[in-house]
């Protein structure tokens, strides 16, 4: 048999539709819109206005103090931020994981993220400016709570509703009253939600831009909108570190995060055990 009879008589290889094919749009995504502009911006962050290798946009940023403390009051906005969502969303959820319709009423928090986040800050600066709000950081941290206060609320109530009943009714069977129930066997359990809802407020927060200009008229530049300036301005060089600081402060920040959740699991379940 020749060797043309045999490769007609091999089966030709079906399209077969399995979970790898879905994965492909996805990793094209990513590709054309995540990795290509990192490449580009780590090559611009090493290229000067002549497209000459140089490190001076390193040596610009770093000795630039308007831009480290503008990059210091980012991180001061974030953690206040954060902990003012923690502050008024971690009882919010705590009271509707106990309640039968708290799904449902989980939604009117929700309901405000499906507008686009520029309309609502838009809409917060008009209701300042009508009741005669001076716009500052006062302001600025009242619109950073409420586009992120959802972020937080959402997986606080997921962990908390998700809690094992049966926990707490053994504590209580051991005469354990309501408060230390809560510290022993609520609030170790919750966690995970709350190192979740730390991650989605953080994170956005400090690399935002937009809200801070538009509540206090300009008056008060967070990180993300000295990047958006710096690119507007034409200097690709300096807006590229400045982006890989950010990247560099995001991964950090999940890193720390990350470890503190496998450790806090770690500790519940020794306490449990």
């Known amino acids: 048999m020749t060797t043309a009879a045999v490769a ?52 610009d940023f770093f000795t630039d103090k308007s831009s480290l403390i503008i ?24 009271i509707l ?45 009242f619109g950073m709570v409420y586009n992120y206060l959802p972020f937080m609320i959402l997986p606080l109530h997921t962990t908390l509703s998700s809690i094992d009943r049966s926990y707490i009714e053994a504590a209580q069977d051991l005469g354990a009253d309501s408060s230390t129930v809560f510290l022993k066997t609520v609030l170790p359990l919750s966690v995970s939600g709350i190192i979740s809802g730390i991650t989605m407020v953080f994170i956005p927060t400090i690399s935002t831009f937009a809200i801070s200009q538009l509540l206090s008229n300009g008056k008060i530049f967070l990180f993300g909108d000295s990047i958006q300036m710096k690119f507007e301005q034409g200097l690709y060089g300096v807006g590229s570190i400045m982006s890989l600081v950010m990247l560099a402060f995001v991964l950090i920040s999940n890193f720390i995060i990350n470890r503190a959740s496998r450790k806090s699991g770690l500790s519940i379940g020794r306490s449990l055990w």
Request: aromatic share 12%.
């Open 97 to 141: 994981s106990k309640m039968p319709s708290g799904r449902v009423l989980v939604l009117f928090y929700v309901l405000p993220m499906w507008v686009n986040f520029l309309i609502r800050t838009l809409a917060t600066k008009a209701i300042f400016i009508a009741i005669d709000v001076p716009l500052g950081m006062g302001t600025v941290i």
């Open 71 to 94: 990059l210091a009051n980012s991180l001061l906005v974030g953690v206040i931020t954060t902990a003012i969502c923690l502050i008024i969303g971690y009882p919010l959820a705590y």
């Open 8 to 59: 007609l008589q091999k089966p030709k290889r079906r399209f077969k539709l399995t979970k790898r094919v879905f994965s492909y749009p996805y990793v094209l995504f990513m590709l054309l819109f995540v990795v290509i502009p990192l490449v580009m911006i780590l090559v611009n962050a090493f290229l000067d206005a002549d497209n000459n290798l140089t490190l001076d946009n390193f040596a």
